[in-house]
């Protein structure tokens, strides 16, 4: 079982309504199609040589590094995910029904210094018209796919969508497992572009409104990328398996605060009867040391939020045993540091009777 994540080392996005601004340092990443004139009003944000068009298409590119790319490719075995994650900030004007695409960029691109309200506008990295600081059309988008402004970046290859209805949480978690394979494989790593589909972008009275934590949000909720892979073991040796729900879990080995720098870290997990069975022994019946059923998982909640950051998952969090005990390793270089985090454990006994356990087993990361 391993979960990993990685944050991004670049971000920005990237508007038709304004071609040469710059908003690499904002806050806030947009996926929005505000082609409705009759619904916003441009009045106090047109900056002076502001293309004045009835397109407003609003695309978010993210980048991760290659160091970080080729980490997670040393770490994966086995069969694997890769998965998008972006948490929303707010939205309007949302249809019961909608999609996003992540696609994968085809040219490297500068994240610059700038953000949206930034007066006169920055114009020193990604742009609609530009991949780096617009100067001439010499250096524009190569094969951009547009509405009426050209530009908007450009991309190859495979893409990801995700659907939403009314009921479901609005934040993107898709599946990228095809676009990080073609990294892994030799392709360019230019990143992704999150934007509505073409057939929103090009209506004319489209007038929808995305709005994302980027990398550079002071919350708890960056972007991330999430690789999930399954690289559990179960070989209990002569360590017999708990059979009932009157047991104790506890986890010896949690120190309580752990580096940011720290890349993995492996949770003993001891389990023993509570009511063991009497016998003639030369020690405590009370010590015995027991492994967890093979149907065990982990999940990981953020304490002050509550915020689920790894849920209990029967592929990837799968808890290992050997002939110690019950274990299971965790990443921790996608935590933020100072926060705290609680560890949940869940075991399906083999009565079939699912049993979660929650013993405030807390943990620190610490810069």
């Not at 670049?10 to 508007?15: E, H, N, R, W």
């Not at 110690?324 to 560890?343: A, C, H, N």
Request: a negative charge; proline letters at 3%.
């Amino acid at each position: 079982m391993a979960i990993y994540k990685i944050f991004p080392t670049a971000d920005a996005t990237v508007y038709s309504r304004f071609p040469v601004k710059n908003t690499g340092l904002d806050e806030i990443l947009e996926v929005s199609a505000k082609n409705n004139p009759t619904l916003v009003d441009y009045s106090v944000d047109i900056n002076p040589g502001a293309i004045i068009t009835n397109d407003d298409l609003r695309r978010a590119l993210i980048l991760f590094s290659d160091e970080d790319i080729n980490t997670i490719k040393s770490y994966r075995t086995g069969s694997w995910k890769a998965g998008l994650k972006l948490y929303l900030a707010n939205a309007e004007n949302l249809s019961t029904t909608y999609s996003l695409e992540v696609r994968q960029v085809s040219s490297s691109w500068q994240m610059g210094t700038g953000k949206y309200t930034d007066f006169p506008e920055t114009v020193n990295g990604v742009s609609w018209f530009s991949p780096n600081a617009y100067v001439t059309a010499s250096n524009s988008w190569a094969n951009a796919s547009y509405f009426l402004t050209p530009g908007g970046g450009n991309w190859t290859g495979s893409f990801s969508t995700q659907s939403f209805t009314y009921k479901d949480a609005k934040d993107i978690n898709v599946e990228v497992t095809s676009i990080v394979n073609s990294w892994f494989s030799g392709s360019q790593n230019s990143g992704f572009i999150v934007k509505h589909p073409t057939a929103v972008e090009n209506y004319s009275a489209s007038f929808v409104a995305l709005n994302f934590f980027s990398v550079d949000t002071h919350t708890i909720y960056p972007t991330t990328l999430e690789m999930k892979w399954d690289d559990s073991s179960y070989t209990t040796g002569s360590l017999s398996v708990i059979n009932n729900n009157q047991f104790i879990l506890s986890l010896d080995n949690n120190v309580g605060n752990y580096k940011s720098d720290t890349t993995k870290y492996r949770f003993r997990i001891n389990a023993r009867d509570k009511y063991p069975a009497r016998t003639f022994t030369t020690s405590s019946i009370y010590n015995v040391n027991k492994a967890l059923s093979q149907a065990s998982y982990w999940s990981l909640y953020d304490l002050k939020s509550e915020e689920v950051i790894v849920g209990f998952d029967t592929t990837y969090t799968k808890i290992s045993c050997d002939a110690t005990s019950s274990y299971f390793d965790l990443y921790m270089t996608g935590l933020e540091p100072e926060r705290y985090y609680k560890i949940l454990i869940k075991t399906v006994l083999p009565t079939g009777e699912n049993i979660d356990v929650d013993n405030n087993y807390i943990f620190k990361i610490i810069r």
